[in-house]
T-cell receptor
Framework: GQNIDQPTEMTATEGAIVQINCTYQTSGFNGLFWYQQHAGEAPTFLSYNVLDGLEEKGRFSSFLSRSKGYSYLLLKELQMKDSASYLCAVKSNGGGYNKLIFGAGTRLAVHP | DAGITQSPRHKVTETGTPVTLRCHQTENHRYMYWYRQDPGHGLRLIHYSYGVKDTDKGEVSDGYSVSRSKTEDFLLTLESATSSQTSVYFC??????????????FGPGTRLLVL
């Protein structure tokens, strides 16, 4: 079967660093996405990993280990506006089409 | 921002009534998707389309049908709405499945309440 696990909730302090983990089991792995979703809004794309290693984009970085079925999203210099849900999604090429399988999301609360 | 709109944005309906949600894109993307989002479940794929008149089922397709008569429009129909279909529905689009960096872009969502 296909399964994606991530923590339900996390809290952090403004200015700090937080790491959100995601573990997955899936067939036909073809990449992993992280999306940010503010309450009541649509998910927006943050990062994409298909090879092992770290991808850095400003204050956000994403890491992937395909052998371990593991990824994390690292948020540095946290700001209040980073309070949102963070969705881990695995791309599966089963059937040849771009299907994304989403985790339930991690709700991050940033406090002053 | 990708040009994706959804209508209506909010809807309240009664059990047993038909409901149609519309997704409209201005990006000329080939692939379109309908998801539902519920607490504790994340986004789940209902149906998707890989071209005009080409559609296929996702993981939670029971009770839903779709149609795509034009590239820009993807309709989701609940033939006879049930309370279990109360949810937030998101449309998404993407292009070029051969490109592994292909990203799905989401519309603003439709909040549906079935009483």
């Amino acid at each position: 079967g296909q399964n994606i696990d991530q923590p339900t909730e996390m809290t952090a302090t403004e200015g700090a660093i937080v790491q959100i983990n995601c573990t997955y089991q899936t067939s036909g792995f073809n990449g992993l996405f992280w999306y940010q979703q503010h309450a009541g809004e649509a998910p927006t794309f943050l990062s994409y990993n298909v090879l092992d290693g770290l991808e850095e984009k400003g204050r956000f970085s994403s890491f992937l280990s395909r052998s371990k079925g593991y990824s994390y999203l690292l948020l540095k210099e946290l700001q209040m506006k980073d309070s949102a849900s963070y969705l881990c999604a695995v791309k599966s090429n089963g059937g040849g089409y771009n299907k994304l399988i989403f985790g339930a999301g991690t709700r991050l609360a940033v406090h002053p | 921002d990708a040009g994706i709109t959804q209508s209506p944005r909010h809807k309240v309906t009664e059990t047993g009534t038909p409901v149609t949600l519309r997704c409209h894109q201005t990006e000329n993307h080939r692939y379109m998707y309908w998801y539902r989002q519920d607490p504790g479940h994340g986004l789940r794929l209902i149906h998707y389309s890989y071209g005009v008149k080409d559609t296929d089922k996702g993981e939670v397709s029971d009770g839903y049908s779709v149609s795509r008569s034009k590239t820009e429009d993807f309709l989701l129909t609940l033939e006879s709405a049930t309370s279990s279909q109360t949810s937030v529905y998101f449309c998404a689009i993407s292009e070029r499945v051969q490109n592994t960096r292909e990203t799905q872009y989401f519309g603003p969502g439709t909040r549906l309440l079935v009483l």
